[in-house]
Structures are given as structure tokens and as C-alpha cells.
């Protein structure tokens, strides 16, 4: 059985890319692993004294949005085996990490649109550049406007 990787964070571009990765696990017959990566980013650290509640709140919403994400599968592809990974970490470095062994990693995109895109740090453009298998990346219904 081969398996499907799905970053999950709660956006609204996750949730598209997890809905895509149910069907496609469940079309091919394989396991789908669902990754939700946490960091509190080195701005946010440098202003503010963080005790031990602060990392807990980051963890706990990963954890979260991993359940939540595992639900759904539950609820839309029963017949779908999955498992939720949950990791501290840089989401694009934890995603490729946790893709060696798939065959097919999917990722939402946001759709920030033209400068924002070209901003270094996009999780999609990062397993772009250094994914090992091959990778879907889901764009927003709202990207498909009538021109």
C-alpha cells in the first residue's frame, strides 16, 4: 500500500488539499498520512517571554488540526486507512521529511498573488524545489476567476 502525504494546518488551502488527498488515497487504495508541523517563529520569540503554556498552545492547535483533519477522512473516505503525524518543526523541511517513502506528497496553495508569491519562505514553493516524489499542489477555488 503506498502512501499520500497532506500538510494540515487549518487554512482554508490545507482543507482543500486534504479533500483532494482523501479521494486520490481513496482512488488508488492507499494510506494517507496526514502532517501538521508547529514553530513559533524566531519574530515572535524575540518579542515576547515565552513560559511553557505559550509552546503548549502552538502544540495543542497542531495536534488539533491533525484530529480535526483525521475526522474528516473518517467521515468523508471511511474505507481510507490514515495516520497523523505531528511534528515541531518548519513546515516545508517537516513535509519532505515525512514524504521520503511516498508516492505522492499534496500541498494547498493560499493564492497570495503576484509579489506576495515571490516572497522566500512559501511552504509550496520550498517542496517545489525539494520534494522526492511526485507532488500536487491544490490551488483556491478563488484562483479560477473569470478573466
Do not use: T
Amino acid at each position: 500500500m503506498g502512501v499520500i502525504v497532506v500538510g494540515v494546518d487549518g487554512s482554508e488551502g490545507a482543507a482543500i488539499a486534504l479533500d483532494f488527498a482523501m479521494k486520490e488515497a481513496a482512488l488508488r487504495g492507499s494510506r494517507l498520512r496526514l502532517v501538521s508541523a508547529w514553530e513559533i517563529p524566531a519574530s515572535v520569540l524575540a518579542s515576547v517571554v515565552a513560559g511553557k503554556e505559550f509552546y503548549e498552545e502552538f502544540r495543542e492547535n497542531a495536534f488539533k488540526v491533525a484530529r480535526e483533519g483525521a475526522a474528516l477522512v473518517s467521515g468523508r473516505e471511511p474505507g481510507v486507512e490514515h495516520e497523523e503525524i505531528v511534528v515541531e518543526g518548519q513546515a516545508a523541511k517537516v513535509l519532505l521529511d515525512n514524504s521520503a517513502d511516498a508516492e505522492l506528497m499534496v500541498v494547498g496553495r493560499r493564492g497570495h498573488g503576484s509579489f506576495r508569491e515571490m516572497l522566500l519562505g512559501s511552504i509550496s514553493r520550498q517542496v517545489v524545489v525539494h520534494a522526492k516524489c511526485p507532488l500536487v499542489i491544490v490551488p483556491s477555488p478563488l484562483l479560477k476567476q473569470p478573466r
